[in-house]
């Protein structure tokens, strides 16, 4: 977030440096720091940042001249923490929970329903900056009653670590280090009655190249509403694979745009089967969802478990053995439209595989119909082997068998409307399903023909 433009983007705040050394006018300086610091709890700060880089050619003699503007807002809180920084289309919140900070990003012009979609990034680093202003080393020059004019070296401004970015970024054209190549310093601070005005500047050649920086801040005691992306009524998180959010499964998860579409999100399930319904039925026949243990070890608890190619909507057919807590892992397919994605538990008698819903041992025509898209039919054939097994229907039903005893299922989806299978046990298991999805019922007929 502060290394958007090419040097260091410093949305420090300037009240929190510490005076090494007074100086002339350093305590008076530092006494309105302190006071103007002390009667706010909130800050908002109005950032401008320039840097125009010049690069001299002598054998063209011309000079090349690139200019990077940077605009961004802070709204800071000091106690409980808090800050919200946007830029351009992207915007950033961080806060604090028993000392250790969390960093939030969102897009304002990603949203549904009035809703922002969010995800949690790894950034403990504080978001605000700090001055570790070295007067003993600056010349201070006072304009009036208000106008404050610090002189020296960049090295003498900044805390060690802020330090090092502006350098870290400055190597790409100047190697410099804080011994080598002084960069001269420029802080003008201008304090008004519940504000505050300052900007930072410096330039330097190195090589024919002269970078020239400008950095503005203005800081006022305006309140303002803090953002909780733990608001219900105001975000919806995005899948994430390193921090997925806690969601809760008996509600609608959402998602919209193109942010964050493969990651995770965490639930809380009782022991029972589910089905996972998405709204947006076109686009998400290429999407996947997948229910696996917390453990990251991506073993899918599907109640179909296969080789691959898992077909709709058998790969939405999950069965969840103990309660506890699991992870919903998703790749979203691209879509003009928001998903809307159900987890939605089945009456344990809709989906139990070790309970047939019909036991077939003779011969004769038996006739069913699907009504919903995770319909299954669970059927036992007890008969000779040899006997012929026909199935007479739609093209969008499919046949689910395991492939000769072991735990993983093949699918088969019917033929021409119409397939045959023979009896090769004493006893078949067999189960029955449509990737279709379902306006009228969908009626099939099994007929079975024992030689």
Known sequence: MKKMIGIVLMSFFLTGCSMISLGLYGKEFQDKLDAFESNANQFNMEISNELKISQYNPISNQTKVDTTTQIASVEYQKSPYYVHYSEDNKNWIQTQHEGIKRTFEYNPYNQYQNKFFYTEIDNPADMMGGLEIDTKHLTIQKKGNHTYILKGVLENFFLDSELEQFYDALYIWMPTKKTENQIQT???VIFGEDTVQYALSFEFTHNNITIEYDYHNDISTQPFELLDVNDETAFYPLPNLTKPVLVDASKPIIYKGHQNPFGKYQLYLEPGNYAIYVNDEQSSQLSKFSILPTDNSYQSLATFPMYTNVPMPLNRLFTIAQAGYYDLLVEYESSLNPYVVEIKSLDKTLLDLTQPDLIIHS????????????DILTLRFDLPVGTTISIHGSSA???IYQDNGNPYYISSILSWEDISLIQSNS???VYMSTD??????????ITVTIP
Do not use: C, H, N
Request: hydrophobic share 40%; aromatic share 20%; no cysteine.
């Open 186 to 188: 420029r802080l003008t």
């Open 363 to 374: 011969s004769g025509e038996y006739t069913y119909e699907f009504t919903d898209i995770f």
């Open 397 to 399: 039903l499919r046949l």
């Open 427 to 429: 006893v078949q298991w």
């Open 436 to 445: 279709a999805i379902l306006g009228t019922p969908l009626p099939f007929t």
